[in-house]
């Protein structure tokens, strides 16, 4: 019930490309979904967010689709480039009540010029 | 400072060993987590703390691990005996309900070595 799953593990995209990133849940409990990027030796950070009252979600380059009846969403990005390559992480957890935030396993993305 | 504060930063330890490994929240953040991550893998959740509710623990992976968090704000997180598959970063986050969506910020980890 708390299991988050992303893929793909990898991904390698020219630049210019648009990667996507998927991630289905079980828990039909939580009700906020972010992505996380992370630099080598750094620790994740908040890239955008959605819940589940919307289907779509724009940040500049990056975008979430959020689909509910099929418990999945996932991450797209516009116009990738190099500075974009990175690991990314799913992530779902509920507002209130138990907050506690469960990850997928990450996607290893490589934006090559 | 602004953000998640964790020290030391790096640290080699002999097998056996016990470590303490601290973390500074957020000011004013009420959550905070830590998490695991192993060379290239993905997170794994230890253990959560909430105001003053007692703690998740459930992600603990064995007995020799253990934390607290004192007065709200500090944590340690300790591990007895330290093993060689305890290398990893460990990573700590803090949140304020406050905060719209449950935006968690992480420090950039304390790197353990065991040898």
């Known amino acids: 019930q708390q299991q988050v799953k992303q893929s793909p593990q990898s991904l390698i995209v020219q630049k210019g490309g648009i990667p996507i990133i998927n991630c289905a849940y079980e828990?039909?409990?939580?009700?906020?979904f972010p992505w996380y990027q992370q630099f080598p030796g750094k620790g994740p950070a908040l890239l955008i967010a959605?819940?589940?009252?919307?289907s779509e979600k724009k940040e500049g380059r990056f975008t979430i689709s959020f689909n509910k009846s099929a418990k999945q969403f996932s991450l797209h990005i516009m116009d990738s480039q190099p500075g974009d390559s990175a690991t990314y992480f799913c992530?779902?957890?509920?507002?209130?009540?138990?907050?506690?935030?469960?990850f997928g396993t990450g996607t290893r993305l490589t934006i090559i010029p | 400072g602004a953000g998640v504060s964790q020290s030391p930063s790096n640290k080699v330890t002999e097998k056996g060993k016990d470590v303490e490994l601290r973390c500074d929240p957020i000011?004013?953040?009420?959550?905070l987590y830590w998490y695991r991550q192993s060379l290239g893998q993905g997170l794994e959740f230890l253990i959560y703390?909430?105001?003053?509710?007692?703690?998740?623990k459930s992600g603990l992976p064995s007995d020799r691990f253990s934390a607290e968090r004192t007065g709200g704000s500090v944590s340690t997180l300790t591990i007895q005996r330290t093993q060689q598959e305890d290398s990893a970063v460990y990573l700590c986050?803090?949140?304020?309900?406050?905060?719209?969506?449950?935006?968690?910020?992480f420090g950039e980890g304390s790197w353990l070595t065991v040898v």
């Open positions: 959605i819940r589940p009252d919307v």
């Open positions: 703390f909430q105001g003053n509710s007692a703690p998740d």
């Open positions: 000011s004013g953040h009420t959550a």
């Open positions: 992530a779902a957890s509920m507002v209130f009540g138990n907050e506690k935030l469960t």
């Open positions: 828990n039909t409990a939580f009700d906020y």
């Open positions: 986050a803090s949140s304020s309900r406050r905060d719209r969506g449950n935006t968690i910020y």
